[in-house]
């Protein structure tokens, strides 16, 4: 039988599939669900210092082939967050805490409240589509990704993952400056920065006009990304990005990246899509004789 395990650096998962942040993550109950489901790890959604509202609605819209929202980064604040992720840190879950902030400074500030609170990694997010002064913002510039990565390194022991933006020329180069910052891992791709008109109301239909689309149709954006992103870092990937079923997974797994985050399917799918998805790469993997996920990242590369 195949063996399922993986790992993300020095951190080490039961299987690929974590729950990517800002889907069913604001409580310990939906986090936990998440794992029950089949998730090895559970990322939360962005904390920030303070609670936040975020966009006034709309500020969701499901489309053909994926869903576009422009949220803005509502979360309860990291004192309520904590207790969140410390609840399922002793329940025994893996949390890999998403993190957001204006600088340096305020990464390093809640990393540290996030490993104390017992996360088992971090996630930077520098790649938030459409909030001001936050996420891709600063995240398009390789030298300020690698200063908050750096900055965020020297205050915390536990495994940093800045996650990284597709909205730009050269998502390899924001890899490159990651890991000269020092991070343990890349988790690629954040939303698709996109819009959705209504031509019968002649206007934008989220309240912040633009938006970050994510769901089946960026998968070949993320899949490219990752393959980028493989062949010019030697830390680990995480690939995110329109993941529903097994073979989704595989094709990350093939461009070079060690796991994935699986979101917008948990809303028609539900938290038993992790199980599902490692059910299929499990008869995948017996059916073509791969007896461990390391034997199979990066595969394509090699062709
Ligand atoms: O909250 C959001 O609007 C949001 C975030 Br923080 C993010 O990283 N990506 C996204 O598509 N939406």
């Known amino acids: 039988m195949a063996d399922l395990s993986t790992k993300v ?19 310990a109950e939906l986090m936990l669900a998440a794992i029950d489901g089949g998730a090895a790890a559970v990322v939360t959604k962005s904390i920030g210092l303070k609670p936040r509202e975020g966009h006034k609605n709309p500020t969701v819209v499901e489309l053909e082939n994926g869903v576009l929202n422009a949220m803005g980064l509502p979360n309860p604040g990291i004192s309520i967050y904590s207790k969140e992720i410390s609840k399922v840190a002793d329940a ?43 996420g891709a913002e600063l995240g398009s510039d390789p030298e300020i990704v690698r200063e908050i990565t750096s ?47 209504d031509p019968w109301v002649a206007m934008p239909v989220l309240s912040n006009r633009i938006g970050g689309y994510s769901g089946p149709a960026i998968r070949p954006i993320g899949v490219r990304c990752v393959y980028e992103i493989a062949g010019a870092v030697k830390i680990p990937v995480i690939g995110a990005g329109g993941i529903t079923n ?15 985050q699986i979101g917008t399917a948990v809303g028609p799918a539900g938290t038993n899509v992790f199980g599902t998805v490692c059910a299929e790469l499990e008869a995948f993997m017996d059916a073509r004789g791969y007896r461990n996920i390391k034997a199979m990242v990066g595969k394509a590369r090699c062709a």
């Open 92 to 134: 025994g879950g893996k949390v890999i805490a998403s993190v957001f902030g204006k600088n340096a400074t305020e990464f390093s500030f809640l990393a540290k409240k996030v490993q104390a609170a017992g996360a088992c990694a971090v996630e930077l997010n520098l790649s938030c589509p459409h909030a001001k002064g936050y």
């Open 9 to 27: 650096g020095a951190l080490r998962l039961g299987n690929p599939a974590i729950l990517a942040s800002g889907i069913s993550d604001v409580t």
């Open 246 to 260: 097994g073979s989704d997974a595989l094709e990350y797994i093939m461009a070079g990246a060690c796991a994935v």
């Open 151 to 197: 900055a965020v390194k020297r205050s915390v022991k536990i495994p940093v993952f800045p996650k990284l933006t597709p909205n730009v020329a050269d998502i390899a180069g924001l890899a490159k400056a990651a890991e000269r910052g020092g991070a343990d891992a890349v988790v690629a791709i954040n939303t698709v920065k996109a819009m959705k008109i």
